[in-house]
């Protein structure tokens, strides 16, 4: 079932309850980014440099509907938007700059943190096509089906387990690791683009505490070199 009927059930579905149940629908979650949806995180040095942007244009006044995991292969060719324009995601650009002769070596990390503990939320690396401004994500609904569908490589949730202020690593936040032994600097360009989808996990239960919250969630980006460099950059 295409995301946007997949909404569209979920809704029809909400609706119906608020007959038998009053207050007891589901929720709404708000995603915002402040500064003109744009966040730059500055390294020691002015070679090394981060920016996140909120890349969807979305009505964020009634936030997020929950999603589900096997709905962001739609999601991301639907830019976050159901049949009936609602928002059950968000898409962020994340540049990384590095004005160095040699090739660096970056780890990529995104943490999450929810508003309140019940809320989880998970993210994916999107494809983007330039040409034909569309975005997909690495895997299919249908992978979902494939017993050998490696799922934690390709949807995280976010949550840091290393000690803080200690680096992430592979070990201990491999839920978190976004792109690894990525190159930039020298050769290779001095500039890398990626793009990250951030959705509300839809866990299949009544979720009406959280309804009318305005805010979903906080992140980071966070981009380690082999040399022990750090720099990271907010985002909500």
């Known amino acids: 079932m295409k995301f946007e009927r997949r909404m569209g059930y979920f809704l029809f579905c909400c609706i119906s309850l608020v007959l038998v ?17 744009t966040i730059k995180g ?5 070679t090394f440099s981060l920016v996140v942007e ?20 739609n999601a991301a060719e639907q830019k976050c938007l159901d049949d009936l324009g609602n928002a059950g995601c968000q898409i962020y650009k994340i540049i990384v700059n590095a004005d160095s002769d040699t090739v660096m070596f970056l780890d990529g ?25 569309s975005y997909a994500t690495d895997f299919t609904n249908e ?32 839920s978190c690791l976004f792109v690894e032994n990525e190159q930039i600097g020298g050769a290779t360009g001095k500039q890398r683009i990626f793009y990250l989808m951030v959705w509300v996990h839809d866990n299949g239960e009544a979720q009406d505490y959280l309804q009318g919250m305005q805010l ?21």
């Open 42 to 46: 500055d390294a020691a040095t002015v």
């Open 54 to 73: 909120r890349v969807t244009s979305i009505d964020m006044a009634f936030g997020l509907i929950p999603m589900k995991n096997n709905q962001a292969p």
């Open 21 to 37: 149940v009053v207050g007891a629908t589901f929720a709404y979650f708000t995603a915002s980014v402040s500064d003109e949806n």
């Open 143 to 174: 992978d979902f089906e494939d017993e050998l569908f490696d799922f934690d490589r390709y949807i995280k949730d976010g949550v840091r387990t290393s000690v803080d202020p200690l680096p992430l690593n592979h070990t201990d936040d491999y």
């Open 216 to 236: 979903a969630y906080r992140g980071e980006v966070v981009f380690t070199t082999a040399e022990g460099n750090q720099i990271s950059a907010t985002f909500d």
């Open 109 to 133: 990390y995104v943490v999450t943190t929810p508003r309140i503990e019940q809320l989880e939320t998970r993210f994916t690396k999107l494809l983007y096509d330039e040409k034909n401004d």
